[in-house]
């Protein structure tokens, strides 16, 4: 079994900032990529940032330039820097994994459990 276990949210202020942990576990052969998406109530769920195994990045463009992704290879973690947090960015952060296990070795997509980020005065 392979598991995204997130950490990191909370409450904060408007203009603070946050950072986000999220650790792949389990049976893993190799891990394609991971990232963030974030869903507040009554909205999609979107792609917040992503990084892919050569190192690639890509981020939504309502961020404007206010979080930075980065990941350690050996500990299996990817972790989201979040600046200037905005009201707006208040949703539930959910852990995204392209992840190959043992067996079957074929890539599968798995998500973590979210950890809360909410953002207000």
């Known amino acids: 079994q392979v598991q995204l276990v997130e950490s990191g949210g909370g409450l904060v202020q408007p203009g603070e900032s946050l950072r986000l942990s999220c650790a792949a576990s389990g049976s893993i052969f190799s891990i394609n990529a991971m990232g963030w998406y974030r869903q507040a109530p009554g909205k999609q769920r979107e792609l917040v940032a992503i990084?892919?195994?050569?190192?690639?990045?890509e981020y939504a463009d309502s961020l404007e330039g206010r979080f930075t992704i980065s990941r350690d290879y050996d500990k299996k973690s990817v972790y989201l820097q979040m600046n200037s947090l905005k009201p707006e960015d208040t949703a539930a952060y959910y852990c995204?994994?392209?992840?190959?296990?043992?067996?079957?070795?074929?890539?599968?997509?798995?998500w973590g459990q979210g950890t809360q980020v909410t953002v207000a005065s």
């Open positions: 990084i892919r195994k050569d190192g690639d990045t």
């Open positions: 995204y994994g392209a992840i190959v296990r043992r067996f079957p070795r074929y890539e599968s997509i798995y």
